[in-house]
């Protein structure tokens, strides 16, 4: 039987890891470390998160399938970057910045969801057109852009 509040539950655990990986990762190339063991592991919560996300009954084509296309793509050139590839030349820069952009996307959502579902932040923010959706999606995205522009110039310096 399919019981949607466990699969729920489950969905979300696995995005709030990757996204609890994909911050250590990001700093970790910042400071100019590979560290290929949490790369992968993000990148499997990452690809695993996008996949249970269509698991969800839907009538129409909502944004949320637009992310997690999209992050599907992001994910296929990491993996092509990083196996087909091996890193080579520009190839880094590209599985960093498909991974990082990857792991913002996943922040994006659980931002969403947490104006959504959190009562406190709900009050705050009770639509996504109220200013203080725009005021916390803009943060978060300078916040990725300063980190993801740094942590791929890290990534870089580890080759």
């Known amino acids: 039987m399919f019981d949607l509040q466990t699969y729920t539950l489950i969905h979300v655990l696995i995005s709030l890891a990757a996204l609890f990986t994909g911050l250590p990762l990001l700093f970790g190339w910042k400071a100019g470390k590979a560290l290929p063991g949490l790369a992968t592991v993000t990148l499997v919560l990452l690809l695993l998160t996008s996949a249970t996300g269509f698991g969800f009954p839907f009538i129409k084509f909502l944004p949320s399938h637009a992310f997690g296309i999209l992050s599907l793509g992001l994910l296929a050139v990491t993996i092509y970057a990083r196996w087909s590839r091996q890193l080579a030349g520009a190839w880094r820069t590209a599985y960093g910045a ?57 990534l870089r310096r580890a080759a």
């Open 98 to 154: 498909t991974l990082a952009v990857a792991i913002y996307l996943d922040a994006f959502v659980t931002l969403v969801q947490a104006f959504l579902k959190i009562p406190a932040l709900h009050a705050l923010v009770p639509s996504d057109q109220s200013p203080g959706f725009a005021l916390g999606q803009g943060l978060l995205l300078i916040v990725f852009l300063a980190l993801g522009i740094a942590a791929v110039r890290g």
